[in-house]
């Protein structure tokens, strides 16, 4: 369908845009990292990790997302990149949450918050985009009927 062939480079665009701005300039990305490893490592009981690690954390997940973005705006692994778009995006909304912050940074983090939470369903529903093709439930459901039939017909001869 053509609709696939547009929406899906649309879609990939801003997580494109996103993962090289992330990749190129990890300082603009680093405080909101930092404030979410510290609660992961806090939560895991593991030591924080240092400004440097955190940097690295940052590009390799801009890079990966930018990756993504890119196999899924190609049509390469569609339904891969897409989920991996949604997985990649679900960091950013616990970072981004407004629910903890200081009254001053709630409004922003808040439209944060809601842009990754759309990002994450308009990945997850590319990602469940069959194109047309039967599922792997249908199939499965198709070939237990096959073989019931051709059970049923070895019994009668």
């Keep these: ?15 494109i845009y996103d993962g090289l701005q992330a990749a190129r300039k990890p300082s603009e990305h680093v405080a909101a990292a930092k404030t979410g490893s510290a609660l992961a490592t806090q ?4 030591e924080p990790l240092s400004e440097k690690q955190v940097t690295a954390l940052v590009r390799a997940h801009g890079v990966a997302t930018a990756t ?3 196999l899924l ?8 990149s897409a989920v991996a778009l949604a997985l990649l995006t679900l960091p950013l909304a616990v970072v981004n949450q407004p629910f903890t912050a200081p009254k001053e940074e709630r409004g922003p ?8 939470l759309a990002a ?5 529903i ?3 985009d069959l194109e047309g093709r ?4 249908w199939r499965v459901q198709q070939a237990r009927a096959a073989r019931a039939d051709a059970k049923a017909a070895a019994a009668e001869a």
């Design 1 to 15: 369908m053509l609709l696939r062939h547009i929406a899906r480079p649309l879609l990939a665009s801003s997580f």
């Design 43 to 46: 939560a895991l009981g593991a």
């Design 68 to 70: 993504a973005g890119v």
């Design 73 to 80: 705006a190609l049509g390469k692994a569609p339904r891969a």
């Design 109 to 116: 983090r808040t439209d944060r918050f809601l842009r990754n």
């Design 120 to 124: 994450v369903g308009a990945a997850l």
């Design 126 to 128: 590319a990602g469940a």
């Design 134 to 137: 039967p599922g792997l439930t």
